[in-house]
């Protein structure tokens, strides 16, 4: 059974960056970021296959936001950028026995969550 833990929130100013990350506890093969802003449904920010030859972000996100991922650390990152208000939420890391998929009801491993804030 995988484990999914996520660390690196926070609380940061508008236009300041952060880099949360993903501890997993076996292998996975897809994985991704998801977030829920208050009021708001659950929705994908990015995901990377285990080779990390393939990678997505949703196209609002696509220029200040970059997934990767370490196997030999069993460590996925989101490197997020020019923050901004919007972009306050709880971010889960996911992971999918699946073939390469952005699809919430896809992912089987959730992590517990880490807060973003961004003041302005």
């Known amino acids: 059974q995988v484990q999914l833990v996520e660390s690196g929130g926070g609380l940061v100013q508008h236009g300041g960056s952060l880099t949360l990350s993903c501890a997993a506890s076996?292998?996975?093969?897809?994985m991704g970021w998801f977030r829920q802003a208050p009021g708001k449904e659950r929705e994908f920010v990015a995901a990377?296959?285990?080779?990390?030859?393939?990678?997505y972000w949703t196209d609002s996100l696509r220029g200040r936001f970059t997934i990767s991922r370490d196997n030999a650390k069993n460590m996925m990152y989101l490197q997020m950028n020019s923050l901004q208000p919007e972009d306050t939420a709880v971010y889960y890391c996911?992971?999918?026995?699946?073939?390469?998929?952005?699809?919430?009801?896809?992912?089987?491993?959730w992590g517990q969550g880490t807060q973003v804030t961004v003041s302005s």
């Open positions: 996911a992971a999918a026995e699946e073939s390469f998929t952005i699809k919430k009801d896809d992912y089987d491993y």
């Open positions: 076996g292998r996975t093969n897809t």
């Open positions: 990377i296959s285990r080779s990390g030859r393939t990678a």
